[in-house]
């Protein structure tokens, strides 16, 4: 079974950057979608970005403009940019592929 981890996750200051990875430990090809999803403490789990397998995207208000979310299949890999963040950006970021879920990466962003 295809199983799911994320990297990336850390501490920066508002305005910075951060750049998701969600690696796959099989072919993605197989998924026609993957999601990005975050929870923040004593919140619900949010969704924020898919990707469809033709590369159709979508994403939460909250993070349009600001996130990319990309997919490189031969490498197993989805990505998830993260640019201008917020301190409501903080949360445990975690990578979704049909039933698979990743154990999720920390994102922490000061004022």
């Known amino acids: 079974q295809v199983q799911l981890v994320e990297s990336g996750g850390g501490s920066v200051q508002a305005g910075g950057s951060l750049r998701l990875s969600c690696v796959a430990s099989g072919s993605i090809s197989r998924f026609a979608i993957m999601t990005w999803y975050r929870q923040a403490p004593g919140k619900q789990r949010e969704f924020i970005a898919g990707?469809?397998?033709?590369?159709?995207?979508n994403y939460a208000d909250s993070v349009k403009g600001r996130f990319t979310i990309s997919r490189d299949n031969a490498k197993n890999t989805m990505y998830l940019q993260m640019n201008s963040l917020k301190p409501e950006d903080t949360a445990v970021y975690f990578c979704?592929?049909?039933?698979?879920w990743g154990q999720g990466t920390q994102v922490t962003v000061s004022s």
């Open positions: 990707i469809a397998s033709g590369g159709t995207t």
């Open positions: 979704s592929a049909g039933p698979k």
